[in-house]
């Protein structure tokens, strides 16, 4: 079983829609949670980071159900510019483990 | 701040070729992860370096790839001989505090290596 598991999508939404995703992680003793997004041919960039209370940067919400071992990512109100390729990352000790990645494509 | 540098920024190479890739990681930060990312298995760690010393490097696939980071400005990962199921993109990332793992990671624009 993988570490950090996603659906990979694609998710095709139009602008101004709520396009909401999980992400599985296999290891209950992990530590910490994060949202990466990374555009095509470029390099991942932190979104946010996950806390267990859920938190909030804007139009993104990110939650972490422990019990459950997900997390999820809910972005609303949609732009073009939202549209990318969201790799969800766990920590076990130093080593960071990243989800295969989410696309979503939002379209005019 | 210049931010994490790997070179080259592309590299095409025949099959059975050495290949070399390069990291500067950001400066004060001490340490140093190497990942491969393909279509099919997504972002791979295969080496993780603390204080310039090779921590894990369990997700080396094989024998034919060697990693070394002499000291705290430079890192290299090596492929020898090369073979086509080699080609990737290989992403150098650095983090500023051991042991902080909330600290983010911050990478390099990777290098996309294609073996003939």
């Known amino acids: 079983r993988k570490e950090v598991e996603q659906d990979p999508g694609p998710f095709n939404v139009p602008e101004g829609a709520t396009v909401a995703f999980n992400c599985t992680y296999s290891?209950?003793?992990?530590?910490?949670f994060f949202w990466y997004r990374q555009d095509c041919r470029k390099e991942p960039k932190l979104l946010m980071s996950?806390?267990?209370s859920g938190n909030e940067d804007g139009r993104f919400t990110a939650q972490l159900n422990r019990a459950s071992q997900y997390i999820s990512l809910l972005i609303r109100d949609s732009k073009l510019s939202d549209s990318a390729t969201y790799l969800c990352?766990?920590?076990?000790?130093?080593?960071?483990?990243f989800g295969a990645g989410t696309t979503v494509t939002v379209r005019a | 701040d210049a931010g994490v540098i790997q070179s080259p920024r592309h590299e095409v190479t025949e099959m059975g070729q050495e290949v070399t890739l390069r990291c500067k990681p950001i400066?004060?930060?001490?340490?140093l992860f190497w990942y491969r990312q393909t279509m099919m298995r997504g972002l791979e760690l295969l080496i993780y370096?603390?204080?310039?010393?090779?921590?894990?490097d369990s997700g080396m696939p094989e024998d034919r790839f060697s990693a070394k980071m002499p000291n705290a400005s430079f890192s290299t990962l090596k492929i020898q001989p090369s073979e086509p199921r080699d080609s990737a993109v290989y992403f150098c990332?650095?983090?500023?505090?051991?042991?902080?793992?909330?600290?983010?990671?911050?990478f390099g624009s990777g290098t996309q290596l294609s073996v003939l």
């Open positions: 990332a650095s983090r500023p505090k051991t042991g902080w793992v909330n600290e983010k990671l911050f």
């Open positions: 290891n209950s003793a992990s530590q910490s």
């Open positions: 996950v806390y267990s």
């Open positions: 990352a766990v920590t076990n000790d130093y080593k960071l483990s």
């Open positions: 400066s004060g930060h001490n340490s």
């Open positions: 370096f603390n204080n310039n010393v090779p921590i894990d």
